[in-house]
T-cell receptor, first 114, second 114 residues
Framework: DGGITQSPKYLFRKEGQNVTLSCEQN?????MYWYRQDPGQGLRLIYY???????QKGDIAEGYSVSREKKESFPLTVTSAQKNPTAFYLC?????????????FGPGTRLTVT | QQQVKQSPQSLIVQKGGISIINCAYE??????FPWYQQFPGKGPALLIA?????SEKKEGRFTISFNKSAKQFSLHIMDSQPGDSATYFC?????????????FGAGTRLAVHP
């Protein structure tokens, strides 16, 4: 089955701890994205990557970091600098950056920080 | 202006009825308008999409109507079923800041009652 996997589904952390969310895709897509979803709001772009070893900040990158060492993997680290990290995090991919309108999403990770 | 305004925020429809969700935009540089469907606890999935040179696109019970002059587009779900109960996001893409960007509306939570 081709698709995007995110793990874990639920994640709980104490305030002040960094946490890394996993995202893996086997669609052979070049572009990958991280979004944050809060109740009553649309998806907001955190980071995106159009190719291995390259990534760019999205609209709300402060307090987050990413890496893209392999085409299949795009992990997101939520650092202690992120003021309000509790949210639903979605990873997505598209064939290329030009195909951004046709994104495939993973099942998401719900992060709760207390 | 890169916003996409979506309404209503929530919608209740009886089984067999027509669900209508509206979106509006300001930036005429948007060139692709997808709709995503999201079930609770899942990632969004691409439902249907349209380009601005087309006024209507139909796929099964789902139709996008596009009004370029009014800068509005809408999703119509005919013969709505309880299985259609989900959150629907409109989106629009454009080339901005060196990459192809996808802007999401805030979402409409649809409940179809039997």
């Amino acid at each position: 089955d081709g698709g995007i996997t995110q793990s874990p589904k639920y994640l709980f952390r104490k305030e002040g701890q960094n946490v890394t969310l996993s995202c893996e895709q086997n669609l052979n897509h070049d572009a990958m994205y991280w979004y944050r979803q809060d109740p009553g709001q649309g998806l907001r772009l955190i980071y995106y990557s159009q190719i291995v070893n390259d990534f760019q900040k999205g609209d709300i990158a402060e307090g987050y970091s990413v890496s893209r060492e392999k085409k299949e993997s795009f992990p997101l680290t939520v650092t202690s600098a992120q003021k309000n990290p509790t949210a639903f995090y979605l990873c997505a991919s598209s064939r290329t950056l030009a195909g951004v309108g046709e994104q495939y999403f993973g099942p998401g990770t719900r992060l709760t920080v207390t | 202006q890169q916003q996409v305004k979506q309404s209503p925020q929530s919608l209740i429809v009886q089984k067999g009825g027509i669900s209508i969700i509206n979106c509006a935009y300001e930036n005429t540089a948007f060139d692709y308008f997808p709709w995503y469907q999201q079930f609770p606890g899942k990632g969004p999935a691409l439902l249907i999409a349209i380009r601005p040179d087309v006024s209507e696109k139909k796929e099964g019970r789902f139709t996008i109507s596009f009004n370029k002059s009014a800068k509005q587009f809408s999703l119509h779900i005919m013969d709505s079923q309880p299985g259609d109960s989900a959150t629907y996001f409109c989106a629009a893409s454009l080339w901005a800041g060196g990459y192809n960007k996808l802007i999401f509306g805030a979402g409409t939570r649809l409940a179809v009652h039997p």
